[in-house]
């Protein structure tokens, strides 16, 4: 099956500053989610992003397809912002089997 | 309000003794999942349904079985629980249409504890 790997596997940030999480898969996927997992287990989509760039407030991420991997960009973090991240991709076949990556682990402090 | 809601949120229960977890949505989806959550592997999907009476294994399916006999509905089924069932389990659902027939955004649930001993 189709492998999906996030890095850095645990950051930590000063508060205000930014950082980048990684998402590899090693195969052509037909979607690209992120979302965000708080400290009480929510999980809470971020973007639906299969190609291109979207923007939302103080976050935004980048799939490039051809080359199998998505970027997700946090500036002027703050302490809301820690929790996992993951992204999840929908496995090529149309069949809707999704494969989660282990996530990105952030902890910004004050 | 659009939401995915699941019962109950914290189960706890002993090897052997069936169960089932409710998941219900609101947002007319064609496709809801169950995923189970563990320390160390991240997400993993145990079974999805494409719509009403069809169902399909994700990646751990053993020791679960599920049904979708009406459209809003996806009920996770223990037959008989062990301890290595004992999870953080999440449903999701997501529509099935988009700009390119095949798109789609999953909407989770607050997920269920469950702890078998």
């Known amino acids: 099956g189709i492998q999906v790997e996030q890095s850095p596997p645990d950051l930590i940030l000063q508060e205000g500053a930014n950082s980048t999480l990684r998402c590899n898969f090693s195969?052509?996927?037909?979607?690209l989610q992120w979302f965000h997992q708080n400290p009480w287990g929510q999980l809470i989509n971020l973007f639906y992003?299969?190609?291109g760039t979207k923007q939302n407030g103080r976050l935004s991420a980048t799939t490039v397809a051809t080359e199998r991997y998505s970027l997700l960009y946090i500036s002027s973090s703050q302490t809301t912002d820690s929790g996992v991240y993951f992204c999840?991709?929908?496995?090529?076949?149309?069949?809707?089997?999704?494969?989660f990556g282990t996530g990105t682990k952030l902890q910004v402090i004050p | 309000e659009a939401q995915v809601t699941q019962n109950p949120r914290y189960l706890i229960t002993v090897t052997g003794k069936k169960l089932t977890v409710t998941c219900s949505q609101n947002?007319?989806?064609?496709?809801m999942s169950w995923y189970r959550q563990d320390p160390g592997l991240g997400l993993r999907q145990i079974y999805y349904?494409?719509?009403?009476?069809?169902?399909d294994k994700g990646d751990v399916p053993e020791g679960y079985k599920v049904s979708r006999k009406e459209k809003r509905n996806f009920p996770l089924i223990l037959e008989s629980p062990s301890p290595n069932q004992t999870s953080l389990y999440f449903c999701?659902?997501?529509?099935?249409?988009?700009?390119?027939?095949?798109?789609?955004?999953?909407?989770f649930g607050p997920g269920t504890r469950l702890t078998v001993t």
């Open positions: 992003i299969p190609s």
């Open positions: 195969d052509s996927v037909n979607n």
């Open positions: 999701a659902s997501s529509s099935l249409t988009g700009t390119s027939g095949n798109s789609y955004e999953q909407y």
């Open positions: 947002m007319n989806h064609e496709y």
């Open positions: 349904s494409m719509n009403v009476e069809v169902t």
């Open positions: 999840a991709v929908e496995q090529p076949g149309g069949y809707q089997k999704v494969t």
